[in-house]
């Protein structure tokens, strides 16, 4: 994945008042504020989420890519994780709630993938409403929201109440419990009966022409078949981020450099990746330093099982 450092090398108080009334009135309207606040949380916070039951599975493919093995067991505790990829409207809900400044805006730019030039490029203004920069159209709601970091996407979950999923609970749910072993959350092809089984790219390069999923860049959350634990988007349209640092698997001896910075991402997305469709697999990942935000990367909360 290309990194924020990357790209740029590529291109880079409410007013007093004096009256009782005036007092009276401006509690009220912050009392109103603040409940409408409270339910959009208490929302947020009850928004569909799958339960696993905790166990042990093995972790990784022997198949896949270096970054994949070895293959190794990994217990998890019993979790919820959200159904689907945070969304637009989410996300909007936590801003005019909290007033966050995610990192794109604070930057003033973000990641675009600039398909006339096929070179990446820091767009000025776009952002987690504007995944294409401000001179194109917003995003709309039941879309996975874009262009939030690592940083932006934990401030979410704490404010929602939850946190982002582990890595390993993130491929435990995607291989419905542990127990399957398919390639992919939902089997073993990408197309199966003529239909494409999720948002992904097609072709071997960035000039192969791209809609026969029938989207060119992003879905709206749930476009395609649900796993059969009942997920969807745990493959394709946007990457995913997890909670942890990313760093080889025990007993993969690859030279590697560690990056405390560099945070795992899953399940690849609508764009092009050098992995090809093993970006999309259950054991597929990647990782980007965790103020990096881009058009292709979003994620979705886990929370605790009680």
């Avoid at 990357?6 to 912050?30: E, H």
């Avoid at 928004?47 to 599975?57: A, P």
């Amino acid at each position: 994945m290309v990194v924020r450092s990357l790209i740029l090398a590529l291109t880079v108080i409410l007013f007093s008042c004096s009256s009782n009334q005036a007092d009276k009135s401006k509690a009220q309207k912050d009392s109103k504020v603040s409940k409408e606040n409270d339910v959009a949380t208490e929302s947020i916070t009850k928004s569909t989420m799958i339960y696993f039951e905790g166990g042990s599975f093995m972790m990784g493919s022997a198949k896949g890519t270096p970054q994949e093995q070895p293959v190794h067991e990994v217990t998890v505790k019993s979790f919820k994780i959200d159904k689907y990829p945070v969304t637009v409207g989410e996300f909007r809900r936590f801003i005019e709630a909290t007033k966050y400044q995610t990192d794109a805006d604070r930057f003033g730019d973000s990641g675009v993938f600039d398909f006339s030039t096929s070179g990446w490029a820091l767009v000025p203004g776009a952002n987690w409403q504007y995944p294409m920069g401000k001179n194109a159209p917003k995003s709309e709601d039941n879309y996975p929201v874009t262009h939030v970091s690592w940083n932006d996407a934990t401030a979410y979950a704490a404010w929602a109440g939850k946190r982002l999923p582990t890595e390993a609970e993130w491929e435990f749910a995607a291989r419905c419990g542990g127990k399957s072993n398919s390639k992919f959350s939902w089997g073993n092809e990408l197309v199966q009966n003529g239909n494409y089984m999720a948002n992904v790219w097609q072709g071997d390069d960035l000039k192969a022409q791209q809609g026969a999923d029938g989207f060119a860049l992003t879905s709206p959350v749930g476009s395609f078949p649900e796993t059969s634990c009942g997920l969807t988007d745990m493959g394709g349209n946007v990457w995913n981020w997890c909670s942890d640092v990313y760093t080889l698997y025990p007993g993969n001896n690859t030279p590697f450099q560690y990056n405390p910075e560099a945070k795992v991402i899953r399940g690849g997305s609508f764009f092009f990746d050098q992995n090809g469709e093993n970006s999309y697999s259950t054991s597929g990942r990647s990782s980007n330093t965790q103020e990096t935000s881009l058009f292709n990367t979003g994620f979705r909360c886990a929370k605790d099982a009680k």
